[in-house]
């Protein structure tokens, strides 16, 4: 079973939403997604290429070629851009008060693998079994969207579990080196949240590891055990990501962007940001222009 009724309704864009607490849920699809994009800024995101081409897109300004039945999660500190075309793209946008305040399974959360996992954007693969399974979900979620009563809300939360718990499956198979215990694969999503919320200011592995109430040794066991990337490095790459959304996108003084990041001297930010990106932040800035 396809979900060619899907790519054929290029304007697809059913949004649900509750003014008192903010909440907000959106399924789009096709040319609709740019608009979709332009206010769903703090939304966690799923897209799903169910074309034959690959669609690219820039995470984070980081280019990704989003390939044929592939799902990018993205979460609400991510900024996504599509670069190709999108006639063949469905998204799921949503927000922490449609979702997350609702869920107290950690695995499925709004901090779980698929957001804040070892991987800064998680990539899916789908097979054909999983295809079918979840363009089921989409189909099903059309048809809430679309039945106003006081039951409408909670149906369309429970679709959406039903779908990231899916991902998340796929998600353990696929996202980590090895199975891992529970506790591990816990211990790497708590560490990416802590990096969105303190990469500002703390930028060693041993201060996170504090905060863990672990050492920095077993912090590093673990991700070599789990990860693709070493806890250092996931510091390293949020930096860099901030310093070149700002260098990019404001005209912030350099100095000033190094300040921001936590860099008291330009020399540090400057010699940082040399070392990881190739470029100086005033050399990157001007190439981009």
């Not at 969105?196 to 060693?204: C, I």
Request: charged share 25%; hydrophobic share 40%; aromatic share 10%.
């Amino acid at each position: 079973m396809g979900l060619a009724f899907v790519l054929k309704d290029e304007k697809m864009h059913y949004t649900y939403s509750e003014k008192k607490i903010g909440s907000s849920f959106t399924l789009v699809s096709g040319n609709n997604i740019s608009a979709a994009l332009e206010t769903a800024t703090k939304d966690l995101k799923f897209f799903w290429n169910q074309g034959s081409k690959e669609v690219k897109m820039k995470v984070n300004h980081l280019p990704i070629s989003l390939m044929p039945n592939q799902i990018a999660c993205t979460n609400y500190n991510q900024e996504v851009m599509l670069i190709s075309d999108r006639t063949e793209l469905v998204a799921l946008f949503f927000n922490r008060e449609f979702y997350c305040i609702h869920t107290y399974d950690q695995e499925v959360s709004c901090n779980g693998l698929l957001f804040f996992g070892s991987d800064p954007t998680a990539i899916l693969q789908l097979d054909s079994d999983e295809k079918e399974k979840l363009s089921m979900l989409i189909h099903v979620l059309q048809q809430e969207f679309i039945i106003h009563d006081s039951n409408q809300e909670e149906m369309l939360r429970i679709l959406l579990k039903r779908f990231i718990i899916r991902l998340t499956r796929l998600g353990r198979r696929q996202l980590l080196k090895s199975s891992g215990k529970q506790d591990e694969i816990d211990l790497i999503r708590s560490f990416n949240v802590l990096v969105e919320e303190h990469f500002k200011e703390k930028k060693t592995v041993a201060e996170y590891a504090e905060l863990l109430f672990k050492s920095p040794k077993t912090l590093s066991n673990v991700f070599s055990k789990i990860s693709k990337t070493s806890p250092l490095q996931i510091i390293h790459e949020r930096i860099v990501t901030e310093a070149k959304r700002l260098l990019l996108f404001t005209d912030m003084p350099i100095k000033s962007i190094g300040y921001d990041l936590g860099y008291e001297e330009y020399s540090q930010f400057s010699k940082f940001f040399k070392k990881a990106v190739g470029l100086s932040p005033g050399e990157f800035r001007e190439s981009k222009e």
